[in-house]
Nanobody
Framework: VQLQAFGGGLVQAGGSLRLSCAVS????????MGWFRQAPGKEREFVSAIRWNGASKYYGDSVKGRFTISRDTAKNTVYLQMNSLQPEDTAVYYC????????????????????WGQGTLVTVSS
């Protein structure tokens, strides 16, 4: 499995961006997919995830109500729509795929994910 994340860029506070994660090698229909981010000088943190069957979506507390995860199985791509962006959302955003099927309580844990994309930088100016 290979993941390629793109769509990052520079945006003003209050603006929006949509990140994409194109997956090759396996169908996303069989994998939980997640988004994580790492801000300068900080540890990587959970942003959002979608279960292998697309039935449930999960969000970190800091992005709830502003970010939306979705997927297009025909395009084998996962998206992260980010609205009302704030300077504290500035980070490198990574998509990740899990070979397993993490339960809900574990889906935000980085060790549940087996393959990671290269990251895309999101910069939010104030």
């Amino acid at each position: 499995v290979q993941l390629q994340a793109f769509g990052g860029g520079l945006v003003q506070a209050g603006g929006s961006l949509r990140l994409s994660c194109a997956v090759s090698g396996r169908s996303i229909s069989n994998h939980a997919m997640g988004w994580f981010r790492q801000a300068p000088g900080k540890e990587r943190e959970f942003v959002s995830a979608i279960r292998w069957n697309g039935a449930s979506k999960y969000y970190g507390d800091s992005v709830k109500g502003r970010f939306t995860i979705s997927r297009d199985t025909a395009k084998n791509t996962v998206y992260l729509q980010m609205n009302s962006l704030q300077p504290e959302d500035t980070a490198v955003y990574y998509c990740a795929a899990s070979y397993g099927r993490p339960i809900a309580s574990a889906i935000g844990a980085q060790n549940q994910y087996d393959v990671w994309g290269q990251g895309t930088l999101v910069t939010v100016s104030s």
